[in-house]
């Protein structure tokens, strides 16, 4: 690589990691690891996607919920929001052993040291290898540490000029019981706590580590001392989760099983070290822009990281990390549905990396559509599945436990948006449609059709429900729920327009598909309201929180396509970002809901206005390591900044939708350019059922664009206010440049 690459595809940092925040992560899809090298005694924090308190729901509709439910709507339909929202206090969930995702434990590496001079770290973003080194006395020590999917394992090695003295232990609320056995330790940890569940139920796990040494090892109880100029530790965990509720969990003994034959084969081969230059999944190179590129790239490396197709679950809040903040809040460190889980995954698909997504379909068929099921039965009495706001590693599908974030059906179907996008990303797999797409879609659809209700001038609408998470004014008092949420319209219509187009791939045409084409068409659009914004809800009452942080209203706008630039909708939508924003102290600034707003202005057209939401979740939100913490948030029970992964995986996303966009059956370049990013390249990034293989610019009028694609297709490329149709070839590949645009309107053939 170029010096220019090196520059930005690592972190580097002059002092230990202190905290979390300010360490690196690692991780291969199952575990992770926070390491900060500190020189004399480092803790590592370890965690597990699966590693899960509580147990699965037992009851799936509270006593009246099914009526109270038919009140509310009736009371809504009438105009009576307070009475409605009364009525919805026998309707919400019951949260019983819901649970949480709980840190493992910390690996705890001691040394006696000196003091450490010259000492610099760093994390490479294509290898994933972390590295430390420095200065004790008249020795230099140099420590490296990664995560490994194949054999699925932490390795951290040490190397210095002077003999070593290490010794290496476990320690954590979680950690049950030690053990050494042949030379390994063995810890078993149980997922118990008592915010959550009832602190007797939870996932099971088993870990080891192995040391190897060039010099002398000896097995303590509860550690391992190793001496020697190079020492280099291997830890493995395994769980008892099973993605699927027909799948019997694996015994302690095959646990162990597993785990030991994992450290041994990693004691006996030679560690390998990965190729930077073939590693590099994508490229996004913007000229004098080192710090956007490299966020980019950090983005993509966590999703990477937290995410593989054979992952057991898709990422929860913090991925496949735990800062041990997060789970304690009442929040829980879980899967939010109403925004937080999808922008986890958003950049999968632009990234090219769509088939890590497989962890979130296996997850939806597996557990939430059969919780799902109980839950439109016994809560709303209806055909189908749904999914509400939360939900855990066993499925929760019940409405939030609490009337201020229920109902809302909605994110379930929100959720299906995910898939209806990979489905039209991957139109040639038929087997994806046939086997995995439609098996989702349906029970959601099923549901949807039954939900909806006449509410007068040709037009449906479900509801009572919220628009997440903010309320409106009612008769002196905060109320949430309301008939026909723009965001609840927006969500069904993307679901039941997707699903129709999903059937005809597969040349399925009968009443269902025609139902459902025919309720989205009877969706309410966008209102207008007499501000100029874009209604919320289908009246005119104040929004309780005028600077709410949620804007889940705008999802036309991102991630759907009914509002478009040029149009009144626009320029409402325009207005109601304004709103939430000025002043700019009184917006709840969020690293999730900055990126939010980038991708709004960023639809808009509005580079400028985009960018500067960037720059603001890195200059407000940015952590040493780069990590975009959630501050925290006043009169909430979060009294420090809590890390999420959305915002680093947002913030990719949202540069990405800066320089492509690819509406149904288009390709727009450039549509979101700041003036500063005059010059750039990126490579490999999806574009809809097309690959850009490379798309380099420098303005104001040269471009070169490289196009991938099943031959035949015909994108309408948009740049600079031209239009092409590109018919790509047999090869299913085509370039184009600036001379292709300059007649516009032309055909290329």
């Given at each position: 690589m170029t010096k220019m690459e090196q520059s930005w595809t690592q972190v580097r940092l002059?002092?230990?990691?202190?905290?979390?925040?300010?360490?690196?992560?690692?991780?291969?899809?199952?575990?992770?690891?926070?390491v900060g090298f500190q020189p004399a005694t480092e803790r590592v924090l370890l965690s597990h996607t699966a590693f899960w308190s509580g147990s699965a729901p037992e009851t799936h509709g509270r006593r009246g919920a099914v009526p109270?439910?038919?009140?509310?709507?009736?009371?809504?339909?009438?105009?009576?929001?307070?009475?409605?929202?009364?009525?919805?206090?026998?309707?919400?969930?019951?949260?019983?052993?819901?649970?949480?995702?709980?840190?493992?434990?910390?690996?705890?590496?001691?040394?006696?040291?000196?003091?450490?001079?010259?000492?610099?770290?760093?994390?490479?973003?294509?290898?994933?290898?972390?590295?430390?080194?420095?200065?004790?006395?008249?020795?230099?020590?140099?420590?490296?540490?990664?995560?490994l999917e194949h054999p699925r394992v932490l390795e951290i090695e040490f190397r210095d000029t002077e003999r070593m003295q290490i010794?290496?232990?476990?320690?954590?609320?979680?950690?049950?019981?030690?053990?050494?056995?042949?030379?390994?330790?063995?810890?078993?940890?149980?997922?118990?706590?008592?915010?959550?569940?009832?602190?007797?139920?939870?996932?099971?796990?088993?870990?080891?580590?192995?040391?190897?040494?060039?010099?002398?090892?000896?097995t303590g109880p509860g550690c391992i001392h190793a001496e020697g100029h190079a020492i280099r530790l291997y830890l493995s965990m395994e769980t008892d989760y099973t993605p699927g509720t027909d799948e019997l969990p694996p015994t302690r003994a095959a646990m162990e099983n597993t785990v030991l034959k994992t450290l041994q084969e990693c004691l006996r081969r030679e560690p390998e070290k990965g190729n930077a230059a073939d590693l590099l999944p994508i490229r996004v190179e913007l000229e004098g822009e080192e710090r956007i590129n490299r966020q980019v790239l950090f983005g993509h490396y966590l999703l990477r990281s937290a995410l593989?197709?054979?992952?057991?679950?898709?990422?929860?809040?913090?991925?496949?990390?735990?800062?041990?903040?997060?789970?304690?809040?009442?929040?829980?460190?879980?899967?939010?549905?109403?925004?937080?889980?999808?922008?986890?995954?958003?950049?999968?698909?632009?990234?090219?990396?769509?088939?890590?997504?497989?962890?979130?379909?296996?997850?939806?068929l597996q557990r939430l559509i059969p919780e799902g099921r109980k839950t439109a039965r016994g809560y709303y009495g209806l055909p189908g599945a749904v999914a509400e706001l939360s939900t855990n590693c066993f499925g929760y599908a019940a409405p939030y436990w609490g009337r201020p974030l229920a109902p809302c059906p909605a994110c379930g179907f929100w959720l299906c948006g995910m898939v209806v996008r990979h489905a039209l990303c991957h139109q040639e797999d038929l087997d994806f449609l046939r086997k995995t797409a439609l098996p989702i879609l349906e029970p959601y659809v099923r549901f949807a059709l039954a939900y909806v209700t006449d509410i007068g001038g040709g037009q449906l609408a479900g509801g009572p429900a919220i628009s997440p998470e903010n309320g409106f004014l009612s008769g002196g008092r905060t109320v949430y729920a309301s008939m026909g949420t723009l965001f609840e319209n927006e969500q069904m219509r993307i679901l039941l327009e997707g699903y129709a187009k999903v059937c005809r791939l597969l040349g399925i045409e009968n009443d269902m598909v025609r139902q459902a084409e025919e309720t989205a068409r009877r969706l309410p659009r966008a209102r207008i309201g007499s501000r100029g914004e874009i209604g919320e809800y289908a009246h005119e009452l104040p929004s309780a929180v005028p600077h709410h942080r949620h804007m889940s209203h705008l999802s036309g706008l991102y991630p759907g396509w009914s509002i478009r630039p040029g149009t009144p909708e626009a320029d409402a939508?325009?207005?109601?970002?304004?709103?939430?924003?000025e002043p700019e102290e009184a917006f709840?600034?969020?690293?999730?809901?900055?990126?939010?707003?980038?991708?709004?202005?960023?639809?808009?057209?509005?580079?400028?206005?985009a960018l500067a939401h960037l720059e603001a979740m890195m200059d407000c939100h940015g952590s040493p390591s780069m990590l975009l913490m959630h501050p925290a948030i006043p009169g909430t029970e979060n009294p420090r900044p809590v890390w999420e992964l959305d915002g680093n995986t947002g913030f990719a996303e949202a540069v990405l939708e800066m320089l492509v966009q690819a509406p149904e059956g288009k390709i727009l370049l450039l549509p979101a350019l700041p003036e500063c990013w005059r010059k750039g390249r990126i490579c490999g990034i999806q574009a809809g059922p097309w690959r850009l293989k490379e798309l380099s610019w420098e303005m104001p009028g040269r471009i070169?664009?490289?196009?991938?694609?099943?031959?035949?297709?015909?994108?309408?490329?948009?740049?600079?206010?031209?239009v092409v149709a590109c018919m790509l070839p047999e090869s299913g590949e085509r370039t184009l440049d600036e001379k292709h645009f300059q007649c516009g309107g032309t055909e290329e053939k």
């Open positions: 002059d002092i230990p990691g202190a905290g979390f925040s300010d360490s690196f992560l690692l991780g291969n899809g199952f575990f992770g690891a926070s109270a439910f038919q009140k509310a709507r009736k009371l809504s339909l009438q105009g009576d929001h307070g009475g409605a929202y009364d009525a919805l206090k026998d309707f919400i969930g019951e949260k019983e052993n819901y649970g949480t995702n709980l840190p493992v434990g910390c690996l705890v590496m001691e040394q006696q040291l000196p003091a450490a001079e010259a000492y610099c770290r760093g994390l490479n973003l294509i290898t994933g290898e972390a590295w430390c080194a420095f200065t004790h006395g008249g020795a230099r020590q140099t420590r490296t540490a990664r995560c010794t290496f232990s476990l320690e954590g609320e979680c950690i049950t019981g030690r053990k050494e056995r042949e030379g390994f330790l063995l810890f078993e940890a149980k997922a118990l706590e008592t915010v959550h569940s009832d602190g007797e139920k939870g996932i099971s796990l088993l870990g080891g580590l192995a040391v190897s040494a060039d010099g002398s090892l000896e593989t197709r054979e992952s057991p679950l898709p990422p929860n809040l913090q991925g496949v990390w735990n800062d041990g903040e997060a789970c304690r809040l009442g929040w829980t460190n879980d899967f939010h549905l109403d925004v937080n889980t999808q922008m986890n995954l958003w950049c999968a698909e632009t990234l090219g990396d769509g088939d890590r997504l497989v962890p979130l379909f296996r997850f939806m939508a325009e207005r109601t970002i304004w709103e939430r924003i709840e600034s969020t690293p999730w809901a900055r990126v939010m707003l980038a991708l709004y202005e960023a639809r808009l057209g509005h580079g400028e206005q070169r664009l490289i196009l991938q694609g099943q031959p035949g297709t015909a994108p309408e490329i948009h740049w600079n206010g031209q």
